[in-house]
């Protein structure tokens, strides 16, 4: 995927018919293009990383014991005269509650409604400029 986005911006493209790389003109506003959905794919991928438990995820995985739901108690023995024994087990917390209970706000890196305004202005046909992070200098 990385030599055919490289090949993509030298101006090249793979031709599957002759088996060989060929010359190809993109003008810059399919570039442009290219450029803004790649970098917001870039930007859910990594606000979707950031917001995701994954220790918890982990922790549950591999020791599920440790993030219980709750406890059950079986009984044993109960005899007469003779203490109740009981056994405990624990519920581990299910996954859809680990992710749940434990993920993160996202970071809100990019506009919100940001595809919906991006397909909008494809639609009408109106400029589109890159995503902008906080703290990105302003000229």
Known sequence: GLSSLWRLFRGKKWNVLRQRVDS???DLDQLRLLVVTVQGLIHLLVDLINSLPLYSLGLRLCRPYRLAAGVKFHVLEHEAGRPLRLLMQINPLPYSSVVHTYRLPSSGCHPKHSWGSLCR???FGE???PWKQRGD???
């Open 121 to 123: 202005k494809l639609f």
């Open 127 to 129: 400029l589109i400029y």
């Open 137 to 139: 200098k302003q000229d």
């Open 24 to 26: 190809c003109s993109y």
